[in-house]
């Protein structure tokens, strides 16, 4: 099973950037839907963004609407990205890596394999 490690969260002010990353070891990526999902304390996951190494629908990504002109997500052999950009205080959560095989999905219990999280915090 493939073992998911994010990084890049932290403080950063409002209109700030930030890059995510979530490196995978144990499996390439290129079999797995890679996608973030966001938390925040009291709610359920949010879906962000998935990235796919083949086409799916016409589409090797997707963004949420609420985010897509600040957000981008891409990826590499081994890491998934999150660019996050024009950051706002309700950006702020819990930010989640996970990975399912082939076809996305933006439903959580559709993931098998999470990272651990990482925190990123703008202040109002």
């Known amino acids: 099973q493939v073992q998911l490690t994010e990084s890049g969260g932290g403080l950063v002010q409002a209109g700030g950037s930030l890059r995510l990353s979530c490196g995978a070891s144990?499996?390439?990526?290129?079999?797995?839907?890679m996608a973030w999902f966001r938390q925040t304390p009291g709610k359920a996951r949010e879906f962000v963004a998935w990235s796919s190494s083949f086409t799916y629908n016409g589409r090797q990504s997707f963004v949420v609407d609420s985010v897509k002109d600040r957000f981008t997500i891409s990826r590499d052999a081994n890491t998934v990205y999150l660019q996050m950009n024009a950051l706002k205080p309700k950006d702020t959560a819990v930010y989640y890596c996970t990975a399912r095989r082939f076809i996305p999905s933006q439903v959580e219990s559709e993931y098998g394999c999470w990272g651990q999280g990482t925190q990123v915090t703008v202040p109002s």
């Open positions: 144990g499996h390439p990526l290129a079999a797995y839907v």
